[in-house]
């Protein structure tokens, strides 16, 4: 491993469904995924402790299918199962394609295809230099990936959650891909996203780490090299925390 300066040892790295996806309609996208891999290789290059929890909208939301009239809890297991697939796809990739070490848990019972999460388990292989990929939220319905990227976050004693978006490079105050109008905000406390309403995480997820302090950060993922340039002080994307430092 390199000896890159950083002012990060471990992080917590938070895929949204949609990032899997790339340009597709739904479902994933090898070259999109390959991509994810290739920038979480560079971090691991580096000796960052790399824990990632991946969303599943790509394949499925259960919130939407209880709209429909499915039973939440159910539809809500489902979507978990989903983020089973993601998390699958992209530890072969960083396995097969970049031959880093990867290991899958999941919060629910699956051991066929990946581990169950224990936090001690969890731990040793992020202080062995594995990238540990977190699938099933917390294995509860009516939990975001979001609310679970933050316990994680909270559990595995991350100095900062990541949130990498896909078509937006930090958070402002309206949709900009909709609103041409939209304010992009280069600092906010975690009360700042809440009073606002901002769609930065779910509440939940928010009060977790305004609660825990632990610093969340918003970029672009898709654009090369940016994930090593947020880890080494680049000022990009959107920030949240107690204080502006």
């Known amino acids: 491993m390199q000896s890159d300066p950083s002012k990060f040892k471990r992080i917590l790295l938070k895929l949204s469904g949609e990032s899997f996806k790339g340009d597709k309609g739904f479902g994933i996208d090898p070259n999109s995924v390959g991509f994810m891999a290739g920038e979480i290789k560079t971090l691991?290059?580096?000796?960052?402790?790399?824990g990632v929890v991946v969303g599943g909208g790509n394949i499925w939301r259960g919130s939407?299918?209880?709209a429909k009239g499915m039973d939440r809890a159910t539809a809500d297991y489902a979507g978990m199962l989903a983020t089973v697939i993601n998390a699958l796809a992209l530890q072969d990739s960083l396995e097969n394609q970049f031959n880093v070490l990867t290991r899958t848990q999941t919060a629910i019972d699956i051991q066929q295809v990946a581990e169950p999460y224990i936090r001690r388990k969890a731990m040793r292989h992020?202080?062995?230099?594995r990238v540990v990929i977190f699938a099933a939220g917390i294995g509860n319905p009516y939990v975001t990936t979001d609310t679970a990227a933050a316990l994680k976050a909270i559990e595995i004693e991350a100095q900062i959650l990541i949130m990498a978006k896909h078509e937006v490079?930090?958070?402002?105050?309206s949709d900009p891909n909709l609103d041409s109008n939209a304010t992009k905000y280069e600092f906010l406390t975690y009360r700042d996203v809440i009073d606002k309403r901002l769609e930065v995480m779910d509440t939940t997820a928010i009060s977790l780490c305004m609660d825990n302090e632990v610093p969340i950060k918003v970029f672009n993922m898709f654009e090369a090299g940016n994930l090593k340039r947020l880890i080494n002080g680049a000022q990009i994307g959107s920030t949240v925390a107690s204080n502006n430092q």
């Open 44 to 50: 691991a290059d580096m000796g960052i402790e790399i």
């Open 64 to 66: 939407e299918a209880a």
């Open 126 to 129: 992020l202080e062995k230099g």
């Open 169 to 173: 490079d930090g958070v402002y105050s």
